[in-house]
């Protein structure tokens, strides 16, 4: 039964030593600190289609919230690599969610970063227009699988062990306020919870590690 052990150690190192790993802190400052930003900045942006045609500060951070999905799919990537092996079969599963909810929900905030503004300007009516159910059913996709996502890599952290404690806590919270995160600023939390988890990769990583304890000197004849 332990013959497998040598093995999966082996596995978890090069998963470990891959490079998208090794960078998995960094990415994870970047990835967090431009959805916060771009998120904080939807506040201060206007509303409405005049705004998405008009308003350059608006048109920027739209696009910029859209940008910002892309980085934390592939921060999401590395951090699920520094810590797979002891995720298991249901980090793999929580990992699987919360990337495709990411897609899902960066897909929603593209359309509103860059398809939106050209729609106001050439079909500004089509705002006022009803709201089919395909378009509500793929709209209620995207919101519940990124919320569902945060908060099954939350219980997944919190089982694990290899991240702080309070991070699977801030995991689960930003799923359920990530529920309404196309209202800004509820998908701020998300950003939050991976630049924190960057932080605490890059210092776990640059901390010097105790010498081993020398062994035991062989008694004197």
Known sequence: MGAGRPDDDRAGCVMEDLVLARWAGPLAIVAGALLVLTDLGRLLGGRGPVALTTDPFTIVVNAGYAVAFAALAVALVAVYLRHARAAGGF???????????????????????????WIAEVAPAAFAAERTAVLL?????????????????????????????????????????????????????????????????????????????????????
Do not use: H, K, Q
């Not at 980090?91 to 503004?117: C, H, I, Q, R």
């Not at 919870?193 to 210092?203: I, S």
């Open 91 to 117: 980090g793999a599963l929580a990992f699987v969610v919360a990337l495709v909810g990411v897609v899902e929900f960066g897909g929603n905030m593209w359309f509103d970063g860059f398809a939106a503004p």
């Open 137 to 221: 059913t793929g709209a209620l996709t995207s919101y519940v699988l990124f919320g569902l996502g945060w908060v099954l890599v939350g219980v997944s952290v919190l089982r694990a062990r290899v991240f702080p404690r309070a991070i699977g806590v801030a995991f689960v919270a930003s799923g359920v306020l990530g529920l309404g995160a196309g209202a800004a600023p509820l998908g701020a939390p998300a950003g939050l919870t991976f630049l924190v988890l960057g932080v605490w990769l890059v210092r776990s990583v640059s901390r010097p590690r105790s010498p081993a304890t020398p062994p035991p000197a062989a008694p004197a004849r």
